[in-house]
DNA sequence: GACACAATACCAACCGGTCGGTATGAGGAG
DNA sequence: CTCCTCATACCGACCGGTTGGTATTGTGTC
């Protein structure tokens, strides 16, 4: 982390502590010392405190949609599979504390929705686009499955956001990863089911 | 809300300037000029901060148990047309706007489960306590459909709350209601199906 | 007059943000 | 090559306002 430039060890900085104690909570001069860089050179590339967070939000988006776009769950021919791999995915990346596995997006959108437009517009990209990135195997399992039903692949995608954003609040409730677990448990099967595949052992990893 | 006291003047103004922009961001002063009351009064009826939080956890579980338990939904008798009802009633709630839908011991825990253990517990035991709320109509739908799974009517019970909370921080990010009853019609086709129940039209109201 | 409750004045610490200044390095002129 | 200029990156003391919290003084009701 020492050769980065002060811009990246910042955004770096923003992403663990924001999600360890939230956005509002965390101050401008704890950023600093935690990256290691001073006052000053904060202002120099943000304007503002909210504008940290705006960038932030583009590079959380960046950083976890090149981990996303490389993990292994695209592999599998059937884009069924592909579905539920990724769900395994995500299930495998809650290890250790909230701190560590929850979103710094959905974090941050909770405390400044009301507060800053532009904050509330780079965390809904954030989840909304990585949302979009499951859209196409969705179709494609629904063409493949003929599955019929008034929800669309769209509405089925954000639905699984928005399940784990409630299994992380879950588990910083109760400070157990394993509740959040058994949220990710039940949208599987959900999937199982509307897809009338029966319950399967996990085929990635 | 002129005849209350000044405790329960502030307990009300914390829920509802809390939802609107989060824990951290709300200050004591402008708790006491919302409630009308002043510095010195708050800091009569609590120590610090964090003991207004956690009291006000505990009011968020008292007033909304009141509404829960006198809520409709109970009287089907039908286990499963009560946790359906359960869920339609959830998403009747989804009006106006985030911070008049969402939940108070949600947005708090996720910014507070790092600083205060206390608030933690209190979060949690408001969380947890009313997802047991719906363990025994799930446990008679169980039985009674003969439905057979690796999971629990706790862990399902905890899972609609999940799925709420998901959904409360889907409509911060977009701004609307109706992505977060998306995620709501979601969760109700997860339970059709696990009890096998051919998608209805909601019975009650 | 005892006691719960509330109003006001006040404090030190901390907040986001400013500002005058320095270090470095690229590019052009001679 | 040397010298000058300019832009970018960074520094840290400092500012006014706000923060959670305190101390003191009423005031209404048994």
Same mark, same amino acid.
């Given at each position: 982390m020492l050769k980065l430039d002060a811009r990246t060890k910042l955004l770096n900085a923003a992403i663990e502590v924001v999600r360890a104690q939230g956005y509002a909570a965390t101050s401008v001069d704890e950023l600093c010392r935690k990256a290691g860089v001073t006052k000053g050179a904060f202002f120099h590339h943000f304007e503002t405190k909210d504008a940290l967070a705006v960038a932030a939000a583009n590079y959380w988006s960046e950083t976890t949609g090149a981990l996303f776009a490389q %993990? =292994?769950?695209?592999? =599998? %021919?059937d884009p069924l599979d592909r579905v539920l791999a990724y769900i395994d995915f995500r299930k495998d990346l809650l290890q250790g504390t909230p701190a560590e596995f929850s979103c710094f997006v959905g974090t941050t959108v909770q405390e400044a929705f009301g507060s800053s437009d532009e904050i509330r517009a780079a965390c809904k990209a954030s989840i909304f686009g990585h949302a979009e990135t499951l859209v196409a195997d969705i179709s494609e399992a629904i063409r493949r499955y003929k599955v019929k039903g008034t929800w669309t692949a769209q509405s089925l995608a954000l639905h699984t956001q928005a399940v784990l954003q409630g299994a992380f609040i879950i588990a910083k409730a109760s400070g157990s990863a394993t509740t959040a677990a058994d949220s990710v448990n039940h949208l599987r099967r959900y999937i199982e089911l509307l897809f009338n595949r029966k319950p399967t052992k996990r085929k990635t990893k």
């Open positions: %993990a =292994p769950y695209h592999t =599998p %021919a």
